[in-house]
């Protein structure tokens, strides 16, 4: 059974750094495309920051600049480095697997880690 559990999620004031991380398990990810997406009350999910198999990064325009996203695949796990948090970063989290790219489309999802950032 596929899991994937993120952390490191939590309050924050805006301008300080935040960093999640997804561990996965159930089966290795190595060749797979991995995500970041978040959710805000009353907002549609978005894409945050994509990881392929291959090490390519993508960022949403939103995040440019002030995100990292990083794998390390001998640990099966996905990191989100979020640095200059700003309130409007306040959103559950959520970590992809086997993401599609250029899409919301995902095989496996998290259960989110909320990230709330205070002015």
């Known amino acids: 059974q596929v899991q994937l559990v993120e952390s490191g999620g939590g309050l924050v004031q805006a301008g300080d750094s935040l960093s999640l991380s997804c561990a996965a398990s159930?089966?290795?990810?190595?060749?797979?495309?991995m995500a970041w997406f978040r959710q805000a009350p009353g907002k549609e999910r978005e894409f945050v920051a994509g990881?392929?198999?291959?090490?390519?990064?993508t960022y949403s325009d939103s995040v440019k600049g002030r995100c990292t996203i990083s794998r390390d695949d001998a640990k099966n796990t996905i990191y989100l480095q979020m640095n200059s948090l700003k309130p409007e970063d306040t959103a559950v989290y959520y970590c992809?697997?086997?993401?599609?790219?250029?899409?919301?489309?995902?095989?496996?999802w998290g259960q989110g880690t909320q990230v709330t950032v205070s002015s």
């Open positions: 159930g089966r290795a990810f190595s060749w797979d495309n």
């Open positions: 992809a697997a086997g993401w599609v790219p250029g899409t919301k489309t995902s095989a496996y």
């Open positions: 990881i392929t198999w291959r090490g390519g990064s």
